[in-house]
């Protein structure tokens, strides 16, 4: 079994940051790309950003330049900066990848989900 946990949410005003991270831990022989969605409630799942096991990434239009997305695999976390925050970020962040593990087949697992609210 593999749980992902994600940290780093919280309240912040416009124009500020925040750092989330999503560490996986568990029976982990392999982890493939590593995804940031968001959700507003009464809305679909977004992807915001994601990041191949290789480094490298892709981003949602509305946050290029402004969200970056990193990994350590050493530490099976990956991490969301994001910067110029703006109301409109205001979501449940959720981080999401596919693990194989030993013995395991290759499943898909979803954290938690750490809220985001920015304030105008």
């Known amino acids: 079994q593999v749980q992902l946990v994600e940290s780093g949410g919280g309240l912040v005003q416009a124009g500020g940051s925040l750092r989330l991270s999503c560490a996986a831990s568990?029976?982990?022989?392999?982890?493939?790309?590593m995804v940031w969605y968001r959700q507003i409630p009464g809305k679909q799942r977004e992807l915001v950003a994601e990041?191949?096991?290789?480094?490298?990434?892709n981003y949602a239009d509305s946050v290029k330049g402004r969200f970056t997305i990193s990994r350590d695999n050493a530490k099976n976390t990956v991490y969301l900066q994001m910067n110029s925050l703006k109301p409109e970020d205001t979501a449940v962040y959720y981080c999401?990848?596919?693990?194989?593990?030993?013995?395991?087949?290759?499943?898909?697992?979803w954290g938690q989900g750490t809220q985001v609210t920015v304030s105008s």
């Open positions: 999401t990848t596919v693990v194989s593990g030993i013995l395991q087949p290759r499943s898909r697992y």
């Open positions: 568990g029976n982990i022989f392999s982890i493939n790309a």
């Open positions: 990041i191949t096991s290789g480094g490298r990434t």
